[in-house]
């Protein structure tokens, strides 16, 4: 059967210190997404972007003096964008079609976790140079696109908050690939976790092909399905120009595509356990003739099915 994709936008910059990842999911689509994945032979619907205020329209400190995540910084917006993503995510995959998300910064996977886990058990792969795993209590700067993998767990100070909380994802299948940039509290929650942490020192030494593979094996053991969650800061600040925080030693373009490539045939391989996608962290603002939304589009179709031959 042709895979049904449903391409969801989520132009989002408050989980991000920086202005411009809202103009992402824009940016990712006029460098040609839906042709892309087309060319793969994928029937694509674009449902366009959830309704976003702007940031500056909203004060960031706003909150309840007992709300959960209150030292996190636009707590209730980034709830209300979360929650209506999870339903479209929910909805979309009810519906037979896969998911595709756009950021928007990070936090936005809070909502995608949320909907891919709502009727099944889940596993994710974090292509990321950084963990995502702090809270609003260990946060050096209180920004949620660095929060979202401890939310949807339910990690320390977001424990019981029910619209974050994704009860079906498996601490024991998640997996970070490609880590570079930890705090150190973060890095001590990542190694007492369940979750399988690989470094970039780790596919230096054993290449991204043996890192890759034993990724998708832990991420898919025993659960319905599995969300990957692609961060374009993974890759070298050269290779991706445009995005908010990015890392000197990343991921190469061929260590990328190949890695996706890697998701596709074992998607193939194994009855079709890709159950959502999400690109983050473009940021137009700070690229170079729109090159790391050309590469967002690049990596979405390897990742759905696209080969060299």
Known sequence: MTRQVRIIGAPTDYGANRRGVDM????????GLAAELEKVGVECVDTGDLLVPAAETRDPTVREPDEAGRDAKFVREVEDVCTRLADQVAETIDDGSTPVVLGGDHSIAIGSLKGASRDAEIGTIWFD????????????????????????????DWADVEWANSPNLREENV????????DENEANAIRDSAGTAFTMSDIDERGIANVVDEALEIATD??????????????????????GTPVHGGA????????????AEFDRNNDDVLRSLEL??????????????????ELAASALGKRIL
């Open 24 to 31: 992402g999911p824009s940016a990712i689509r006029y460098a």
């Open 175 to 182: 997996v970070w690939v490609g880590l570079r940039d930890i």
């Open 252 to 263: 190469t373009y061929r260590e990328a595509h190949y890695a996706l490539e890697r998701v």
């Open 280 to 297: 983050v962290e473009v940021n137009p603002v700070l690229d170079e003739h729109n090159q790391t939304a050309k590469l967002a589009t």
């Open 222 to 243: 025993g659960v319905d399905g599995l969300h990957v969650s692609f961060d374009l800061d993974w890759l070298a600040p050269n290779e991706a120009p445009g995005v």
């Open 129 to 156: 140079a950084h963990g995502d795993y702090n809270t609003p209590e260990t946060s050096p700067s209180g920004n949620i696109h660095g929060m979202p993998l401890a939310a949807a767990l339910g990690y320390r």
